[in-house]
């Protein structure tokens, strides 16, 4: 049955042609690097600029997320459950629409791997078995109960052995409505050796809860021409092909011929509610609620950058044995007691041809169908904007693709980042450092690279430069581990801007303090970098005034600024020491 449900949903793909040819060509630029203009600010969501403005600088390797697209889709498809009493399919259901289900889901990427979908399943299922059954007698069973002009299935006393089952022939229809939240893992969009997915692999889990209904169909006709179906008239029928005991009714080979007999018998009116449970909450005093753990894969084919046609197929687990309205064994024995409930529960399925859209402002498409490695190679591979990954303006060795520092003075030792060295770490380069090691503890350091150590008696009395006197020192205070700026703080550096545009001419010396670890380095870098950017981005001020310090010694949660001296001058920009360890 599963084959032919396949066979089925593959009939159904053809009508998707259409959409391939128009919408491949509403977007034939699609893929532009890592898909989208990593520098495009105006995809960047306001609370991951700061990451995005220091990628931009070349203070951080990676790009700030971009928003993505939200996925609306819609579906139809194969609905089936797996229990007692055997499903037909669109071709051998009495009515081919209580086979099928429709279902819409909204799902949104969260990163290039995972993403979330809330989901509606509508479907009904029904099927009927070819064996004939009487476990059904001594239940609570509506094949047990129903009586038609004082006449039953099931006659006489239960308790004894003058009970009498006939036998019948199993058959349901079941309305199902499920909603679940699930998590979504695509499974191939890390690609080494090409840029994009045209075909998006993906697996799902989820959570949620159902409400069945299901109904039998056991009286032939309606009203005063209402009769018991003759099951009889099938049970004793002589079927060929029954080898090699021609007088077992149950015959394998003759479940073809049974079934044809059946669909003409059943007139599909599924009148009758089947056994439910009477310890389980009803809805509407037909419905049943259940909760369901659900699972799956599925591909989606990419039509357009907004259009995507998907083939999934879809397990739900009830936990319930009467989906199908039948949970008892075979063969009774009557006046020894009834017979035993089934072993496994039934479990329902949707295979399912969609249809999506993308919807979204200022989005890129869903990460899904993004090859997070695209843009590293693209990077690799093509000229940067305004250059070639072969130029080195400076001559410092290090390609302006990934030089930091591109004006490095020339015949200065390097990192590979570009930047002049710093062997002590005090914030002036070697190059220019009259103090090449500097003690932890004598740090800070001036312009000069020298600490704050005490000089030898030999070179007491020197003589240190004064600042620029109308702009005043002072400190920054951040709340332990973290580098956001708060308002007692922005207003400090209003301040601190105003000094700035009345002396023109002066620089200002940022420095941050923390150095017993890496990750306090790292945060130290973290406030100076607040700091910075605040003053340049909110109140204007030329980077070039400032000169960037941290890891200094002292209190760790400030940041200390004054004017700089005569002559005392260092970078305003740089690279995280520890980029990984980047904190709020």
Request: proline fraction near 5%; glycine fraction near 10%; include cysteine.
């Amino acid at each position: 049955m599963q084959i032919k449900n396949y066979l089925l949903l593959s009939t159904l793909i053809g009508w998707a042609a259409f959409f391939s040819n128009s919408a491949n060509a509403q977007n034939e630029t699609i893929y532009k690097s890592a898909g989208y203009d990593v520098t495009d600010t105006s995809l960047i969501p306001a609370r991951r600029l700061e990451q995005q403005r220091d990628f931009i600088k070349s203070q951080y390797d990676f790009p700030s997320k971009p928003r993505n697209q939200w996925e609306i889709g819609v579906n139809v498809g194969a609905f089936n459950v797996s229990g007692d009493v055997r499903s037909k399919h669109l071709f051998t259901a009495k009515n081919p629409l209580q086979t099928l289900g429709f279902g819409l889901h909204v799902r949104k990427a969260w990163g290039h791997v995972i993403s979330t979908r809330l989901q509606f399943i509508h479907g009904t299922a029904s099927g009927y078995n070819w064996q004939s059954a009487t476990g059904y007698w001594a239940h609570s069973n509506p094949w047990n109960k129903i009586r038609l002009n004082g006449v039953g299935y099931a006659t006489g006393n239960i308790h004894s052995t003058t009970y009498s089952a006939t036998p019948v022939y199993y058959n349901y229809k079941t309305n199902i409505d499920e909603l679940s939240f699930q998590m979504v893992a695509t499974l191939n969009n890390i690609k080494f050796h090409k840029a994009r997915n045209k075909a998006s692999l993906y697996a799902l889990v989820g959570m949620g809860g159902m409400l069945y209904d299901t109904w039998i169909n056991a009286i032939n006709g309606s009203g005063t021409n209402a009769t018991l179906y003759d099951f009889q008239s099938i049970t004793s029928k002589f079927y060929p092909n029954t080898s090699p005991n021609a007088n077992w009714p149950n015959g394998y080979r003759t479940r073809k011929a049974k079934n044809a007999d059946l669909l003409k018998m059943f007139d599909g009116t599924y009148e009758t509610a089947a056994e439910r449970h009477d310890n389980r909450p009803w809805f509407g005093k037909e419905r049943t609620f259940r909760t369901i753990i659900t699972a799956g894969l599925g591909v989606q084919f990419k039509l357009g950058s907004k259009v995507s046609l998907s083939i999934e197929e879809k397990f739900s687990l009830a936990g319930d044995d009467l989906l199908d309205g039948q949970r008892w064994q075979e063969y009774p024995q009557p006046g020894f007691g009834g017979s035993a409930m089934t072993r496994d529960n039934d479990t329902y399925n949707y295979l399912s041809l969609g249809l999506n859209v993308h919807i979204g402002r200022k989005s890129i498409e869903p990460l899904w169908w993004m090859n997070p490695l695209d843009y590293s190679y693209t990077k690799m591979n093509k000229p940067t904007i305004g250059g070639t990954c072969d130029v080195d303006k400076d001559g410092d060795g290090v390609s302006d693709c990934f030089d930091r520092c591109s004006d490095t003075p020339a015949g200065v030792a390097v990192d590979t980042h570009g930047c002049a060295i710093d062997t002590d770490g005090d914030g002036v380069p070697d190059f220019k450092d009259k103090q090449l090691i500097t003690p932890t503890e004598c740090q800070p350091a001036d312009a000069d690279g020298i600490g704050t150590c005490p000089d030898p008696e030999c070179c007491s009395g020197k003589v240190v430069p004064i600042g620029c006197g109308g702009i005043s020192g002072g400190a920054i205070e951040f709340n332990s581990g973290k580098s956001k700026l708060d308002a007692i703080s922005k207003a400090a550096l209003a301040s601190l801007s105003t000094a700035m545009r009345a002396n023109p001419s002066c620089k200002v010396l940022i420095v941050g303090n923390g150095n017993v670890s890496k990750i306090d380095q790292q945060r130290s870098w973290d406030r100076v970098n607040a700091v910075i950017n605040y003053l340049v981005d909110n109140q204007g001020i030329d980077r070039e005034r400032f000169i960037f310090q941290y890891g200094q010694n002292g209190n760790s949660d400030a940041v200390i600024y004054r004017s700089a001296v005569e002559g005392e001058e260092g970078p305003s920009n740089m690279p995280p020491p520890f980029p990984n360890l980047r904190r709020d």
